[in-house]
């Protein structure tokens, strides 16, 4: 589980609930025809917005924001650092038989087209390619969230303005001017806190994951290349170091290095 996403969101409600009853009643910010103008309308615009089978991904894209992605390009550069060391001692040939230890399919399809001896050009191209539709897709993903917490705000208004409009007509009876005030006020409230502590946040974070992903498929791309080419692993050692910030590269290629 990722922590930081689930203390996030606990810590933000917790702190909005102890602030309401500091100063009132729980109960009174909890009105079910708001969450229905606000939740409604946000999942009703993003059906208007996007295909029906992008939206019930909604669920799986939730679940992503919460799983904790096991990212380590510093392990997928000293793999790529002992391909290579494998590769110059023994040929291109004899990386087929560890493609079968890989777990990663786009690191395993590309190490199989440098053993096949597919033009590098061409290798750069299939793999670029497919690197770049997978950003799209993650990109889907984010846009999906990023609309509904553009749409959740709007929502929270026309609330208000229902309210409002509800309670200018019925002035002559005061006793509806509460409850329809209430509904003007906790919509803004509720379009505010969904955009803002949910679906806002949970778009950054998937754009956070996207990138870790994409940095480790470029480094792989980048390696794979390299090892093609024929270049020493030490430099290929270096070349792939220089993805990372200076905090990560400790360890890396300890003892992989290659001969001079």
Known sequence: MDLSTIIGIVSGMVLIIIAILLGGS????????SIMIVLGGTIAATLVAFPIPQVKDIIKLTQKTFANRDSNPGKIINDIITLANKAR???????????????????????????DGTDPELVRNL??????????????????????????????MIGTLIGLINMLGSLDDPSTIGPSMAVALITTLYGSLFAN?????MANKLKVKSGEEILEREIMVEGLLSIQAGENPRIIEEKLKAFLPPSMRAGIGTGNGGED
């Not at 729980?26 to 025809?33: E, G, I, K, R, W």
């Not at 984010?142 to 553009?150: C, K, R, V, W």
């Not at 502590?197 to 946040?201: M, R």
Request: aromatic share 12%.
């Open 197 to 201: 502590l949910f679906f806002s946040p």
């Open 127 to 156: 793999l670029e390619t497919e690197l770049d539709f997978i950003e799209q897709r993650h990109k889907a993903g984010q846009g999906l969230f990023e609309s509904m917490a553009t749409a959740a705000p709007g929502f929270g």
């Open 26 to 33: 729980l109960l009174a910010f909890f009105d079910a025809a």
């Open 89 to 115: 001692k023994e040929g291109l040939l004899s990386l087929e038989e560890a493609t079968e230890a890989l777990d990663d399919e786009f690191l395993k399809k590309g190490l199989m087209l440098v053993v």
